[in-house]
């Protein structure tokens, strides 16, 4: 089973990011956890002694759930993998990352509603939360149908954390997966990540999944259109830990308009 933990907050991207969990739990086994974080509104919000901080602190949370209870409750009629959300009082991204990691969590999907940038997505990958993340990353900015699911080869590195995540997540999955061969490789490397493909293919068919393999054309390659990728539900991609600013991994997920998981190696 995949446990997959849903960071929400009471907003349309939180609410699309329910949605797509609940569609993803139809592709795979997984059960999802919402977790909702009542931030405070600065570290100086509220002295006291420590009986008062703890009474304010549940006072927060009882307040949190009441927010959240209105967005959750349609969604947990329709899908029962849905868990009862979490709600905790304090700063969301440290402990988001401290449930996290104590959890043991799969995947990890939040909703999106900053624009899709080089520079937005640049410096989301090398904040400390996402740069701690010890499971893959997805980004939910509009919900598309799950009927194929879209993994960019475009090295070795990337090609194999992808293979390693999806033989976990996609083990029996009837929904296909897409190996798409990058064409901005270069000839020296081309043969190697070739042969990592078939590696990958052979590798995750033995794991039950169904898998294609695609050659993506290079002005496609270099600017992803909307009927490029409206056929898939979600597209994945690997992500080097210290990449770049002008890489060709960013240029491609800041193109994409749809659910993006990432596997950071």
Known sequence: MIKTLVSIEVDLASSLAIRFACQLGGAIDMEIHPVYVKESLSPDSFRGAGWASRTWEREMVEKGKEEISKMIAPEMDFCPKLYDPSVIYGDRHSEVGRVVQEGLFDLYVEGSDFAWGHAELYKLAHTKFYQRLTCPLILVQSLRKMTQVLLLCMDIAGTDILTRTFEKIWKGSSVPLVLALADHVTTSGETGLKEKILESKSIL??????????????????????DDIKDYGLVAIGLDRAVRKDSVELAWLSLVKTASLIAFY
Do not use: M
Not at 205 to 226: L, N, R
């Open 205 to 226: 068919e033995k794991a039950g999944c169904t898998v294609e393999q695609k050659q993506i054309d290079p002005e496609v390659f270099s600017k992803p259109g909307e």
